[in-house]
């Protein structure tokens, strides 16, 4: 029954960190295509946004996966003292059962 209730605040929680990046997404990207008041688009902020971030995380990732101990910068973030213990543990158990 306490699986199944973790289970249900993981979906939750997951369901709300999505939808929560998918609005911030479309707010950033709407203040960036609707530029200035003659209509022009900043494209170094555009790229900036959905090409070197990315890549920079996604270089982070990598880098913090070789020299940080294999946890990648999601076990990073998962360190940091603010998720409940509950979840962190639920977090640990199922990585060990898919991983």
């Known amino acids: ?3 199944d209730t973790t ?18 997404g479309f ?19 555009l790229l900036l946004l959905f090409a070197f971030l ?13 020299k940080g101990g294999g946890k990648g910068l999601a076990g990073w973030i998962l360190d940091v003292p603010l998720w409940p213990r ?3 543990l639920a977090l640990s158990r199922l990585s060990l059962t898919h991983g």
């Not at 929680?13 to 911030?24: N, Y």
């Open 54 to 66: 990315p890549v920079a995380g996604l270089l982070l990732s990598i880098f913090l996966l070789v």
């Open 1 to 3: 029954m306490k699986q």
């Open 7 to 24: 289970q249900q605040a993981l979906k939750q929680l997951s369901l709300g960190l999505g939808l929560l990046g998918l609005c911030c």
């Open 27 to 45: 707010l950033a990207a709407y203040g960036v295509l609707v530029g200035d008041d003659e209509g022009r688009v900043n494209l170094l902020f």
């Open 86 to 88: 509950h979840l962190n």
